[in-house]
């Protein structure tokens, strides 16, 4: 989470991530940091509303 801020702490206007097959830009990464925190938050949340026990006993527990 906190390699977005590094990375935009820099005076950059080109940024290689390495993980796509274009140059990317400073909103780029700025898009990335928002997914990412939007993506943790709803997690956070689903934590709160799911009852995974409940989940685990009625799909099984034979594939750990």
């Known amino acids: 989470m906190e390699a977005h801020d590094i990375a935009l702490d820099y005076d950059f ?3 290689i991530a390495g993980h ?3 140059l ?3 909103a780029d990464v700025e898009v990335s940091k928002a997914f990412v925190t939007d993506l943790k938050e709803t997690a956070q949340q689903a934590f709160g509303k799911v009852d995974f ?3 685990a006993q009625e799909t099984g527990f034979e594939d750990k």
């Open 20 to 22: 796509v097959t274009r």
């Open 13 to 15: 206007e080109t940024f």
């Open 24 to 26: 990317g830009n400073r």
């Open 53 to 55: 026990m409940k989940s």
